[in-house]
């Protein structure tokens, strides 16, 4: 059976459809995706509820040696600095032995907090429908289906405000080296780019992950600043460690994009950390 392109991201009743499946995962990721579910199994043994993967190696477009792993883990109880410590250091451990990836990043919730009122247009709307699930039960059964609205939009990325002051310090506190700089660039844009996606999302009518598809949406309706957020979208994928990129997020690209998202769609509902 030739399986259907969901029009935009949505299915045929104009919900956000899954992206991502494990039959999607390219040959030469298949033993990284294996070895981090054994792996995941040992570090967190009984405290793991359910552990899923998300971004390009599950969509099928990841690229050898440009691409990272992504994985979120779902612990039964909140995670720990302990666990947290447990992550890294299995991040790096994949990051080592696997040239098929370009770092590897997990991270950490709880399934109580996942599944919370407070998380259900934000982390529970990750879960249900970026991620494919990996090992344990899958919380999207649990969580309602999402249509790209406002209320999505707002509760998605309504917190550039309240990063800015973040960026700006870690910014400050990296080394004066491209190879410090090029995390943050990757970091940065992949964000800027979401949520300047987002912010026309409701506009747009539907859902993409890919970020050049995100950037070009955003042009649509903000052309001033669509050469901006396609080179942000090109530096989301092969970052530099341009010291001026940086300054520039923090000090026009990413106070502009805050004020514009909080008139449009208001302020992300605060969260207690």
């Known amino acids: 059976m030739t399986e259907t392109v969901p029009r935009r991201g949505l299915d045929d009743q104009g919900y956000i459809a899954r992206e991502g499946a494990l039959g999607r995962v390219a040959r030469d990721f298949r033993p990284v995706v294996a070895a981090a579910r054994d792996r995941l199994l040992d570090v967190f043994g009984a405290r793991l509820d359910s552990a899923y993967l998300y971004g390009s190696i599950p969509r099928g477009t990841a690229r050898v040696g440009r691409s990272d792993l992504d994985l979120l883990v779902a612990l ?22 696997f040239a098929q990836i370009d770092g ?10 996942l599944l919370s009122d407070l998380e259900t247009y934000d982390g529970g709307w990750f879960v249900a429908c970026l991620c ?14 999402y249509r790209p609205d406002t209320l999505l939009a707002r509760e998605t990325n309504g917190d ?5 002051p973040r960026w700006r ?17 990757r970091f ?13 999302m409701p506009r747009w009518g539907g859902w993409t992950s890919d970020l050049g598809e995100m950037a070009a949406a955003f042009g649509t309706y903000y052309p001033a600043r669509a050469e901006q957020l396609r080179t942000a979208a090109l530096l989301g994928d092969a970052p530099t460690g341009d ?3 940086l300054r520039s997020y923090v000090e026009d ?13 208001g302020v992300k509902a605060p969260r207690p950390d």
């Open 76 to 97: 039964r109880a909140e995670p720990t600095e302990a666990d947290r410590a447990d992550a890294r250091a299995l991040d790096e451990a994949l990051d080592k032995e």
């Open 104 to 113: 590897a990043g997990t991270l950490l919730s709880s399934r109580g907090r």
């Open 132 to 145: 494919t699930p990996l090992l344990g039960g899958d919380l999207a059964e649990y969580l309602p289906r």
């Open 160 to 164: 550039l405000g309240l990063l800015l």
């Open 169 to 185: 310090a870690r910014i400050a506190g990296a080394d004066d080296s491209d190879d410090a700089r090029r995390p943050l660039v």
């Open 188 to 200: 940065m844009s992949r964000r800027l780019v979401r949520t300047g996606f987002t912010l026309v």
């Open 243 to 245: 010291a001026g990129v």
């Open 253 to 265: 690209l990413g106070p502009w994009l805050a004020e514009e998202y909080a008139r449009v769609h």
